[in-house]
């Protein structure tokens, strides 16, 4: 995971997201705490591969790669 440093931050990488046409969603104070903002990022079992690897290209474009360990929290099937 990673914190957004602040609400409008988070913000920012939404709006970036839905550029690319990936929708997700930003959580803000008051919804969290201050210093906790973050995207929501739900995925469909019906997206083929291709969709699921777009939408991972456009969060690493706009917040940077993924860490190893994320995914495998993320998805512990993937570890296995």
Known sequence: ARPAPDA???L???AAC???GV???CFRPPSVPDGVSRLRVTASAGLD???LE????VLESVLG?????ALERALPEAGA
């Open 54 to 57: 777009r939408g991972t290209a």
């Open 65 to 69: 790669p993924v860490p190893e360990s």
């Open 23 to 25: 929708a997700v969603g």
């Open 49 to 51: 591969d291709a969709a």
């Open 12 to 14: 920012a990488w939404q």
């Open 8 to 10: 409008a931050t988070a």
């Open 18 to 20: 839905q550029e690319q």
